[in-house]
């Protein structure tokens, strides 16, 4: 018997033209991810199998039960052959391990020649369950354990730990989009939600030195490592805001401020992601959640660009964002209370409504075209790479 992991990857079954190159991202996406593990991961019709050494089992696991693209996990028993009498043995092996009350026994056999029909099989081994561990009884409706049996061509399956994956698809295989990425609770879950989709990302921040301080930066790039942990690297490009900010401040009307940096993050954002090849711009804007998200203020903004603007949590609560963050382990970096360039400069009564005619009006004052040429000429670029301990995360 051989103890294996099996990967179900049901939505993308429905990718029938595609299915191929999807496939091939997921396996790469676990081999990455999996790099430090001796493991070998081969195909059989809808499914993935894994191995592994008994001692890393559990941390390959948890690998696999973060990775996009997998939508469900069973660990289970590899049985060398397909005899009812191999099967019944490696049965009795595993049941000295298990410890339960009640059960039930669910059969399916992909392979229909089979002697004995999927019902016949449940039955014969639940005799035998019976036999050996006594004081267990058989419930169909709600047993403490269920033990899964598949009878495939070559081999046979016992499993009994069954884990929902994360679902959606690998990640790489939707192209790139570039996250604005900024300090606070809201991007990295957009982020997230964005990798979830299979986009693979690259990040924007934009940073105001001497306003805005390192460890603001460094925040940033702390939260761009924990979203690597669910694809790959990533690329984080680094813009200096403060002189377009300064300039903006000093000539624009105060109730604009924000509403015309935010044009100026949007401009500088496009570029960069044109010439990184990236088709979408992704952030955490939220309707409603503070003055430039509001429907007028979103609008006047996006006006700025072509390229299309997904905002994952665009129709989230915050408590909602909140619970996200948490469980991709995000929030605590981000609510440590460093500033970020947009709370340094915020007037205080920022437009809930802009009109665009003043912003074309006001933005007349000030040589954004050279200050925006400039700012992406003196971008930094900062790959993070994912932690290689994955399991200090779970
Ligand atoms: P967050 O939305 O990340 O929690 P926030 O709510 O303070 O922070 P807002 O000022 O509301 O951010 O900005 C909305 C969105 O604009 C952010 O979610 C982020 O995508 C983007 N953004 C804001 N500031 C920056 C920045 N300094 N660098 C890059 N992107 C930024
Ligand atoms: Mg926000």
Redesign the pocket.
């Known amino acids: 018997m051989k103890k294996i992991i099996l990967i179900k990857y049901a939505e993308l079954n429905t990718k029938k033209a595609n299915i191929g190159m999807f496939l091939k991202q997921l396996k790469m996406n676990l081999l990455n991810r999996l790099k430090k593990y001796e493991i070998t991961l081969n195909f059989d019709k809808g499914r993935m199998f894994l191995e592994t050494k008994e001692e890393d089992f559990s941390s390959v696991l948890e690998i696999v039960r973060h990775t996009f693209g997998i939508h469900e996990i069973v660990v289970g028993y590899e049985i060398s052959d397909t005899r009812i009498e191999t099967i019944t043995n490696s049965l009795i092996q595993l049941l000295s391990s298990l410890s339960f009350k009640t059960f039930k026994i669910e059969t399916k056999r992909s392979d229909k020649s089979y002697a004995l029909k999927s019902l016949e099989i449940s039955k014969a081994l639940g005799g035998i369950v019976l036999k050996n561990k006594t004081n267990t009884k058989v419930d169909v409706h709600n047993p403490e354990l269920t033990i899964y049996v598949e009878v495939r061509q070559k081999f046979a399956y016992i499993y009994t730990e069954v884990y929902k994956g994360i679902g959606g698809y690998p990640v790489g295989t939707l192209g790139k989009g570039l ?10 879950v ?1 982020g997230y939600l964005t990798m979830k989709r299979g986009v693979k990302l690259e990040a ?4 105001s030195p001497p306003h805005t301080s390192e460890e603001a930066k460094n925040k940033v790039l702390s939260l761009s490592k924990i979203l690597s942990e669910y694809g790959s690297e990533i690329k984080v490009h680094i813009i200096s805001f403060t002189k377009i900010q300064e300039e903006i401040y000093k000539n624009i009307p105060h109730e604009y401020l924000i509403t015309i940096m ?1 044009r100026m ?1 949007y401009r500088i954002a496009a570029k960069i992601a044109y010439h990184s090849r990236c088709k979408i711009l992704v ?3 939220s309707i409603g ?2 003055a ?2 509001t429907l007028s203020s979103m609008s006047v903004i996006n006006e700025v660009v072509k390229i299309p603007v997904i905002r994952p949590v665009a129709c989230f609560d915050k408590l909602e964002i909140i619970d996200i963050a948490k469980k991709i382990r995000t929030y605590e970096t ?1 609510i440590l209370p460093y500033e ?4 340094i400069f915020v007037p205080e009564h920022p437009i809930i409504n802009p009109e665009l005619e003043k912003c074309l009006e006001y933005e007349k004052l000030i040589p954004y075209e050279d200050l925006i040429k400039e700012a992406v000429l003196n971008e930094t670029i900062i790959t993070t790479h994912k932690k290689n301990e994955f399991e200090e995360l779970l």
């Open positions: 996250l604005m990425l900024s300090g606070g609770i809201d991007s990295p957009a924007i921040y934009f940073e935010r993050m952030n955490g804007e959640q503070v430039s998200q981000s970020d360039c947009c709370t």
